[in-house]
């Protein structure tokens, strides 16, 4: 079954952790998003993973270069994943990778900004990353005429595994999850609810269903 991902972009180590005791009975992986991490530092790691040990922890570094250390900073605060774009050198996410096979951790490409997704999915995915995320950033979103529904097509294509981000919600989760993602990965649908723990509950419903 798909594991559901919470991306907690907020700006404060407080509010992230107050949301995830909130939704953390219904979802698999806990997400620092990127503004997260700027804001607070390395530590929102170590105290998201602290608070919740049984959770897969997800630093969303978007690393672009240095692979190898960032990903090691993110592991050694308590990361179990770490993002590096995909739109970057090889050696990079190979880098990262290598990093996280000596630390028993995972590597996920973000193929933010890459014009060929399903091409580069395939040829990541033989870097040995864990799986790569259809991703279509917060400013993508907000552009007139977006759909997710090319997220779902790429993933359908791609034929390795995947996450899909890039406004999942109650309405679309049932058509990622039949395109066969690893991972949804839901953000704004999340802590932009009124009842955060219901929406995430709803979605693992949906999910599981
Ligand atoms: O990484 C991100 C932005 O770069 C977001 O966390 C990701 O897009 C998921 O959030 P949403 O469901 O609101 O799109």
Redesign the pocket.
Known sequence: MAKLQV?I?LLTTEAALELAAKVSPYVDII?L??PLIKAEGLNVIKEMKSAHPDKLVFA?M?TADTGALEAEMAFNAGADLVTVMGAVDDATIKGAVEAAHKLEKKVVV?T?GVQNRVQRAKEVSAFGVAFVEL????DE?ALPGYSIQKLITEGIEAQVPFSV????NIDNVKDVVAAGATVV?????IYGAKDPAAAAKALQEAIGA
Do not use: N
């Open positions: 991306a972009d997400e998003g990127t969303d978007k973000d933010i991703h279509a950033g917060l979103q981000a890039g406004g999942v990965v839901a953000g704004g649908s």
